[in-house]
């Protein structure tokens, strides 16, 4: 069942890929936005990282903290995904545990919409990130969750095909109005 914007979010205490453990309510205070990903091999997933790398720096001033989901094996997180040195938890879930928690869904159509839009699957070709390993995979389709300072999810994003993230622009724009209001 899909978390509503208003829910509380739902806390974890687990280890990322290295082993340094993460949980959610230590992020109290700050704003977090909680990214689920499908797996570690799909590009779309590869190229949205990135992107959250290329804007950490923007992220981080406005006290935003960013958690990352991976549907795979440390392993694998390590071995594709993990390669990005990304300055921020990628925690690897290989058995859905909080994909299910969060209500991250699953569609077989999510491949089709994706090639359906041929700039994303230019940008993806174009990345270094193609790789045909996770067209096979599980069909789970993305989520993000904007989560405030008090763990009370402000937005809750659920993707529409394999790439379909939450805008960065809408992050920037959520973080910036939150800094002013505060």
Known sequence: MRLKEGAPAVDFFVSDYKNRPVRLAEHRGHKVLLSFFRDAFCPFCNLRVHHLIKNFDEFNRFQLDIIAFFAASKEDVYENAGQQR???????????????????????????????NPIAVF??????FF?????????????????????VIQKAYYGQDYGDHIPINEILSWIKIKKLST
């Not at 940008?123 to 270094?128: C, E, Y």
């Open 131 to 151: 790789n045909l390993a996770s067209i096979t995979k599980k069909p789970l389709i993305p989520a993000d969750f904007l989560i405030d300072e008090h763990q």
């Open 86 to 116: 990304a300055p921020f938890p990628i925690i690897a879930d290989p058995d859905l545990r909080w994909y299910k928690e969060y209500g991250v869904e699953s569609s077989p159509m999510g491949l089709f919409r994706a090639v359906m």
């Open 123 to 128: 940008k993806v070709m174009k990345s270094g």
